[in-house]
Nanobody
């Protein structure tokens, strides 16, 4: 497992942008797929985006396609989630997670390591 630390959340108005970061200290981080999930009050945690170990392959939830971009910087051992054109319905706690999988996965149970989450609030 790896220790994940998210940052970058905050309160913004609809239409604004935010960039979330997920950092790890272990060198083995590069062996993991990394995903972002979110959980709104009263709702289940849902998949947002995932990136492969190389950074070349990605997948997104339909609700964020075209607005969010996931990427990773191997030198910094960090994965980013760039969120543009934010909507009030994007309000949630955002979690990054890591999975030791060969192919991209989007199911919570496939991810073995989780961060503590960062709050994103989008006002209308």
């Amino acid at each position: 497992q790896v220790l994940l630390v998210e940052s970058g959340g905050g309160l913004v108005q609809a239409g604004a942008s935010l960039r979330l970061s997920c950092a790890a200290s272990e060198r083995t981080f590069s062996n993991y797929l990394v995903g972002w999930f979110r959980q709104a009050p009263g709702k289940e945690r849902e998949f947002v985006a995932v990136v492969s170990q190389t950074g070349r392959d990605t997948d997104y939830a339909d609700s964020v396609k075209g607005r969010f971009t996931i990427s990773r910087d191997k030198a910094k051992n960090t994965v980013y989630l760039q969120m543009n054109s934010l909507k009030p319905e994007d309000t949630a706690v955002y979690y990054c997670a890591a999975a030791l999988r060969v192919r991209l996965v989007t199911t919570r149970s496939d991810f073995s390591s989780w961060g503590q989450g960062t709050q994103v609030t989008v006002s209308s």
